[in-house]
Protein backbone atom coordinates (compact mmCIF):
# COMPACT_ATOMS: atom_id res chain seq x y z
CA UNK A 1 0.00 0.00 0.00
CA UNK A 2 0.84 3.85 -0.62
CA UNK A 3 0.51 6.31 1.81
CA UNK A 4 -0.88 9.72 0.77
CA UNK A 5 -0.25 12.20 3.65
CA UNK A 6 0.57 15.38 4.61
CA UNK A 7 4.20 16.14 3.54
CA UNK A 8 4.16 13.13 0.78
CA UNK A 9 7.36 13.87 -1.29
CA UNK A 10 8.86 16.67 1.22
CA UNK A 11 12.60 16.37 1.40
CA UNK A 12 13.32 17.12 5.17
CA UNK A 13 17.15 18.87 4.69
CA UNK A 14 19.35 18.95 7.55
CA UNK A 15 20.24 22.66 8.49
CA UNK A 16 23.10 21.74 10.65
CA UNK A 17 24.99 18.63 11.37
CA UNK A 18 24.37 17.84 14.57
CA UNK A 19 22.15 14.58 15.39
CA UNK A 20 20.32 14.93 18.85
CA UNK A 21 20.61 11.62 21.28
CA UNK A 22 16.83 9.85 21.10
CA UNK A 23 15.37 10.01 24.53
CA UNK A 24 14.25 7.07 25.95
CA UNK A 25 11.61 6.05 23.98
CA UNK A 26 8.56 3.48 24.81
CA UNK A 27 8.30 1.93 21.13
CA UNK A 28 5.17 -0.29 21.37
CA UNK A 29 3.14 2.76 23.24
CA UNK A 30 4.46 5.48 20.21
CA UNK A 31 2.99 2.23 17.74
CA UNK A 32 -0.49 2.89 19.79
CA UNK A 33 -0.05 6.44 19.33
CA UNK A 34 0.48 6.54 15.88
CA UNK A 35 -2.56 3.88 15.41
CA UNK A 36 -4.93 5.73 17.26
CA UNK A 37 -4.27 8.54 14.63
CA UNK A 38 -3.84 7.02 11.84
CA UNK A 39 -5.87 3.80 11.79
CA UNK A 40 -5.09 2.65 8.29
CA UNK A 41 -1.39 1.96 9.61
CA UNK A 42 -2.85 -1.08 11.13
CA UNK A 43 -0.92 -4.21 10.06
CA UNK A 44 1.28 -2.17 8.53
CA UNK A 45 3.71 -1.31 10.65
CA UNK A 46 6.85 -3.75 10.84
CA UNK A 47 8.94 -1.56 12.99
CA UNK A 48 9.97 1.41 14.90
CA UNK A 49 13.14 3.08 15.57
CA UNK A 50 15.09 6.32 16.38
CA UNK A 51 15.97 8.10 12.90
CA UNK A 52 18.81 9.39 15.01
CA UNK A 53 18.24 12.79 13.96
CA UNK A 54 16.47 15.24 16.10
CA UNK A 55 13.20 13.86 17.82
CA UNK A 56 12.37 12.24 14.87
CA UNK A 57 11.02 8.51 14.51
CA UNK A 58 11.57 5.94 11.59
CA UNK A 59 8.29 3.46 11.14
CA UNK A 60 8.80 0.96 8.61
CA UNK A 61 6.25 -0.20 6.68
CA UNK A 62 5.56 -3.41 5.00
CA UNK A 63 5.49 -1.91 1.50
CA UNK A 64 9.36 -1.58 2.45
CA UNK A 65 9.07 2.16 2.49
CA UNK A 66 10.17 4.61 5.90
CA UNK A 67 7.72 7.24 7.19
CA UNK A 68 8.52 9.56 9.93
CA UNK A 69 7.01 11.09 12.86
CA UNK A 70 7.29 12.90 16.18
CA UNK A 71 7.44 11.78 19.94
CA UNK A 72 3.81 12.91 20.33
CA UNK A 73 2.93 12.14 16.70
CA UNK A 74 2.02 14.92 15.80
CA UNK A 75 2.55 14.79 12.43
CA UNK A 76 3.95 12.10 9.36
CA UNK A 77 6.50 12.84 7.14
CA UNK A 78 7.03 10.60 4.16
CA UNK A 79 10.12 11.92 2.19
CA UNK A 80 13.68 11.66 2.50
CA UNK A 81 16.25 13.06 5.13
CA UNK A 82 19.95 14.24 3.84
CA UNK A 83 23.00 14.87 5.80
CA UNK A 84 24.25 18.32 4.52
CA UNK A 85 28.17 18.11 4.85
CA UNK A 86 28.03 15.41 2.48
CA UNK A 87 24.35 15.13 0.84
CA UNK A 88 24.19 11.95 1.70
CA UNK A 89 20.74 9.98 1.57
CA UNK A 90 19.91 8.60 4.86
CA UNK A 91 16.68 7.64 3.83
CA UNK A 92 17.48 5.80 1.35
CA UNK A 93 20.81 4.11 2.78
CA UNK A 94 18.88 2.66 5.54
CA UNK A 95 16.25 1.58 3.13
CA UNK A 96 19.04 -0.71 1.44
CA UNK A 97 19.73 -2.13 4.87
CA UNK A 98 16.06 -2.39 5.05
CA UNK A 99 15.15 -3.99 1.40
CA UNK A 100 18.73 -6.41 1.21
CA UNK A 101 18.16 -9.21 -0.15
CA UNK A 102 19.54 -12.65 1.13
CA UNK A 103 21.75 -13.74 -1.39
CA UNK A 104 21.85 -17.38 0.28
CA UNK A 105 18.11 -17.94 -0.01
CA UNK A 106 18.04 -17.03 -3.43
CA UNK A 107 16.64 -19.59 -5.75
CA UNK A 108 19.26 -19.34 -8.14
CA UNK A 109 17.69 -22.93 -9.67
CA UNK A 110 15.46 -20.78 -11.46
CA UNK A 111 17.08 -17.91 -13.42
CA UNK A 112 18.94 -18.83 -16.91
CA UNK A 113 22.66 -18.86 -16.04
CA UNK A 114 25.20 -17.72 -17.98
CA UNK A 115 29.28 -17.72 -17.21
CA UNK A 116 31.66 -15.33 -18.73
CA UNK A 117 35.13 -15.89 -18.37
CA UNK A 118 35.87 -17.09 -14.71
CA UNK A 119 32.67 -16.42 -13.04
CA UNK A 120 34.48 -15.52 -9.73
CA UNK A 121 31.86 -12.71 -9.21
CA UNK A 122 28.07 -13.07 -9.30
CA UNK A 123 25.17 -10.70 -10.25
CA UNK A 124 21.80 -11.78 -10.12
CA UNK A 125 18.95 -9.91 -12.08
CA UNK A 126 15.57 -9.74 -12.75
CA UNK A 127 14.66 -9.23 -16.72
CA UNK A 128 11.79 -8.98 -19.18
CA UNK A 129 12.61 -9.84 -22.65
CA UNK A 130 10.58 -7.77 -24.17
CA UNK A 131 11.40 -4.38 -22.04
CA UNK A 132 13.66 -1.97 -24.06
CA UNK A 133 15.13 -1.78 -20.90
CA UNK A 134 16.38 -4.73 -20.38
CA UNK A 135 18.05 -4.72 -23.63
CA UNK A 136 19.97 -2.14 -23.22
CA UNK A 137 21.43 -3.52 -20.06
CA UNK A 138 22.40 -6.85 -21.93
CA UNK A 139 24.03 -4.52 -24.03
CA UNK A 140 26.12 -3.34 -21.23
CA UNK A 141 26.70 -6.48 -19.61
CA UNK A 142 28.12 -7.79 -22.70
CA UNK A 143 31.25 -5.59 -21.59
CA UNK A 144 31.76 -7.08 -18.27
CA UNK A 145 34.08 -10.40 -17.64
CA UNK A 146 34.77 -13.06 -14.63
CA UNK A 147 31.11 -12.69 -13.68
CA UNK A 148 27.89 -15.30 -13.18
CA UNK A 149 24.58 -13.81 -14.67
CA UNK A 150 21.72 -14.93 -13.21
CA UNK A 151 18.55 -14.09 -14.64
CA UNK A 152 15.24 -14.92 -13.22
CA UNK A 153 13.10 -14.00 -16.11
CA UNK A 154 9.89 -11.70 -15.19
CA UNK A 155 8.04 -10.70 -17.71
CA UNK A 156 5.40 -7.68 -17.08
CA UNK A 157 2.57 -8.44 -18.57
CA UNK A 158 0.53 -5.31 -18.27
CA UNK A 159 3.30 -3.41 -20.05
CA UNK A 160 4.69 -5.90 -22.56
CA UNK A 161 1.74 -7.98 -23.77
CA UNK A 162 3.47 -10.70 -25.45
CA UNK A 163 6.47 -11.37 -22.87
CA UNK A 164 5.10 -14.47 -21.08
CA UNK A 165 4.80 -15.56 -24.63
CA UNK A 166 8.27 -14.36 -25.41
CA UNK A 167 9.43 -16.00 -21.58
CA UNK A 168 7.72 -19.39 -22.00
CA UNK A 169 9.53 -19.90 -25.31
CA UNK A 170 12.89 -19.01 -23.86
CA UNK A 171 12.28 -21.02 -21.44
CA UNK A 172 11.78 -24.08 -23.23
CA UNK A 173 14.73 -23.60 -25.70
CA UNK A 174 17.10 -26.01 -25.53
CA UNK A 175 19.88 -23.82 -24.91
CA UNK A 176 18.06 -21.12 -22.53
CA UNK A 177 21.03 -18.59 -21.94
CA UNK A 178 21.97 -19.27 -25.96
CA UNK A 179 18.03 -18.16 -26.43
CA UNK A 180 18.27 -14.87 -24.02
CA UNK A 181 21.34 -13.55 -25.76
CA UNK A 182 19.53 -14.14 -29.48
CA UNK A 183 16.45 -12.55 -28.13
CA UNK A 184 17.56 -9.61 -26.48
CA UNK A 185 21.39 -9.03 -27.98
CA UNK A 186 19.93 -9.88 -31.70
CA UNK A 187 16.36 -9.42 -32.03
CA UNK A 188 16.25 -12.87 -33.09
CA UNK A 189 13.16 -14.81 -33.10
CA UNK A 190 13.48 -18.07 -30.84
CA UNK A 191 11.66 -21.43 -31.63
CA UNK A 192 7.73 -20.85 -30.92
CA UNK A 193 7.85 -24.07 -28.92
CA UNK A 194 6.21 -23.64 -25.52
CA UNK A 195 5.93 -27.32 -24.28
CA UNK A 196 7.90 -27.54 -21.40
CA UNK A 197 7.16 -27.04 -17.74
CA UNK A 198 7.26 -23.41 -16.94
CA UNK A 199 6.00 -23.09 -13.54
CA UNK A 200 9.61 -22.15 -13.02
CA UNK A 201 8.45 -19.19 -14.52
CA UNK A 202 5.70 -18.36 -12.13
CA UNK A 203 7.42 -18.90 -9.04
CA UNK A 204 9.69 -16.24 -10.30
CA UNK A 205 6.16 -14.23 -10.30
CA UNK A 206 6.23 -14.75 -6.72
CA UNK A 207 9.51 -14.50 -5.69
CA UNK A 208 9.35 -10.86 -7.42
CA UNK A 209 6.44 -9.87 -5.16
CA UNK A 210 8.19 -10.66 -1.93
CA UNK A 211 11.43 -9.03 -2.83
CA UNK A 212 9.32 -6.08 -3.70
CA UNK A 213 10.69 -6.02 -7.23
CA UNK A 214 8.42 -4.05 -9.58
CA UNK A 215 10.32 -3.18 -12.85
CA UNK A 216 12.82 -4.50 -14.92
CA UNK A 217 15.62 -4.56 -14.94
CA UNK A 218 16.87 -4.95 -11.19
CA UNK A 219 19.50 -6.27 -10.17
CA UNK A 220 20.67 -7.66 -7.14
CA UNK A 221 24.49 -8.03 -5.82
CA UNK A 222 26.32 -10.21 -3.29
CA UNK A 223 25.82 -7.69 -0.58
CA UNK A 224 22.26 -7.71 -1.07
CA UNK A 225 22.23 -4.31 -3.04
CA UNK A 226 19.43 -4.12 -4.90
CA UNK A 227 19.50 -1.85 -7.74
CA UNK A 228 16.85 -0.79 -10.36
CA UNK A 229 17.70 0.20 -13.95
CA UNK A 230 19.87 0.53 -16.32
CA UNK A 231 23.55 0.47 -15.32
CA UNK A 232 26.59 1.24 -17.51
CA UNK A 233 29.45 -1.13 -17.85
CA UNK A 234 31.62 1.22 -15.95
CA UNK A 235 28.78 1.62 -12.98
CA UNK A 236 28.85 -1.80 -12.75
CA UNK A 237 32.50 -3.28 -12.77
CA UNK A 238 32.74 -1.18 -9.79
CA UNK A 239 29.88 -2.48 -8.32
CA UNK A 240 30.52 -5.94 -8.58
CA UNK A 241 34.19 -5.13 -7.20
CA UNK A 242 32.86 -3.44 -4.28
CA UNK A 243 30.90 -6.77 -3.17
Same mark, same amino acid.
Given at each position: ???????????????????????????????? /????????? /????? &??? &? &??????? #??????? =???????????????????? *?????? *?????????????????? &????????????? #???VFSDPDCPYCRRLESELKNINDVTIYTFVYPIASLHPHAPQRSAEIWCAHNRAQAWD #??????? =????????????? #??? =????? /?????? *????????????????????????????
Amino acid at each position: MKYKMMGLGLVLCLICCQVAEAQDTNYDLLKE /KILSKVPKL /KGHIQ &SIQ &S &SGVWDLY #EVDTDDH =QIIYTDKNVSYLFAGEIYQT *TNLENL *TQKRLDTINAVAWQDLPL &SLAIKRVKGNGQR #ELVVFSDPDCPYCRRLESELKNINDVTIYTFVYPIASLHPHAPQRSAEIWCAHNRAQAWD #EYLLNKK =QINKNTQCDVSDL #EKV =QLLAE /KLNING *TPTLIFKNGQKVPGVISANDLEKLLGSH
